[in-house]
């Protein structure tokens, strides 16, 4: 059945926009080709993007809502974007789209230090929400590697982690309540008003990880912590990873409270030395660099750290350093920021092709899914494997690299992709721990999910958006419904 006979617009189908400009801001309606290819894209790799017919960057909640009204009319498919950062493709385009960028909304709106919460809009930018409630005192602590650029909407949408997550949870963890506008262009808040409430089913809950397929988030209320102390920081040189592997799983076995256990694989290290040099020895085979803050008390985190350098030695550490001078636990965690900019450049040299990964594992696979990253980075000697990620919650990002225009190299590298999947699923864990399913994985997404749940996620689609406009042909696409799997 085409998109007519439904009722929706087929992508090539012409459509008047006219009605639609009429209700929103005044130049906030794009046509031009060029502007909307440059819109169509995330940075996720392998990815194809359709080709929109219109992008609208709204700028306030009836602009948004006019999108919707319009769109669900029309059955005209809509792309919720925030600052395009997601590494899934679950914000490119879609054919005949209207790519609904709703960067531009991005105040502040109030901030309560008597409940700790914060209202923002969706497209303030992570890092500048931090520095504006450093202010208050107060703290949100989530900080994907994307901080500085991706938006706190887009971070709800994909229910964003980062690297302090191991101690202070993710995005949705921090979410209180939402405005969300629906399909059919209707606004409404889900969420508790205070730090308590049981009132009704947690609708809200629904939408943080939702990528765009529920609805559009064009308010959040966040809860806020007290700012968060220093930390101390300390750094572990393995000679094997299995050795990391094992420290990190007998740490979390002691209950220490660490603030950060980040993991780099002897080539992440490499390219790392390669961009800058950060004094990291070529010759290790993994490092792990963790952090406490000890809830605030310095002798407790360092404690911990003291705790963590005696595993971390009985499991084989060549090395470790432990340092609570502030400028030197900085240069240590840009080392680990520096991961992303430092696989550009590596990209660049080696052919323009890479991905990053993103599979969450139970901590006890770690060791097993290190070797099985040898073993692949053994078949494909014409990919280079390079792992780092968050080890402390099981979340590893292996990059793989190859070059472009050598379609052998690529095929290998799509191989590998699809074995890190099937690798994920078979140790027990889940094809992606904070990046999403988007486009990429929502063939992987159908393998993970029961037959019933998929049934399910169907029907809450369906309940939501029932003409099926809201970022079709992603997360959900690939789901069937119970009896025809
Ligand atoms: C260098 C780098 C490092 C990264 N590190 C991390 C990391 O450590 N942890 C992590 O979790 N991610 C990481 N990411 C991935 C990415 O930054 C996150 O997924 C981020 O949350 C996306 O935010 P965004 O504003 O760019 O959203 P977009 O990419 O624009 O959108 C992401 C998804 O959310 C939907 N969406 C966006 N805004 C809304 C809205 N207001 N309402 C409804 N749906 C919406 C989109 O349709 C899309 O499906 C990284 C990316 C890069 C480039």
Known sequence: MTGSERGTAGAHDPVDLAAMRADVSAGALITDADVLAAHSQDRAPFCTAGRARALVRARSVEDVRAVMRFAHRQGVPVVPQGARTGLAGGANAVDGAILLDVSGMNRILNVDPVERTCTVEPGVVNQDLKDHVHSFGLAYPPDPGSVAISTIGGNVATDA??????????????????????????????????AKGVAGLALSQLFIGSEGTLGIIVEIELDLVPALPPPVTAVALFPAQSGAAETVSAVAAAGYRLSMVEYLDRTTMGILQDYRDFGLPAESGAMLLVQSDGDGDTGRAHTDLQAFEGVAHERGASEVWVSDDPAESEVLVAARRAVNPAFEKFTHARGGGQFIDDVCLPLGALRRF?????????QYPDVVIANSGHAGDG????????????ATAAAHAQLVFDELMALGLELGGTITGEHGVGGLKRSWLARELDPVAQDLHLRVKQAFDPRGILNPGKMLADLSPQGTA
């Open 161 to 194: 982690g980062g690297l302090c997550c191991v101690k202070y949870g993710v995005t949705r963890d921090y979410v209180r309540r939402l405005r969300v506008v629906l399909a059919d262009g209707e606004l409404t808040t889900l969420g508790r008003p205070t």
């Open 370 to 378: 290190f070797e099985e990253l040898d073993r692949l980075a053994a």
């Open 395 to 406: 979340n590893m990002h292996p990059c793989v690299f190859f070059d472009a225009a050598d």
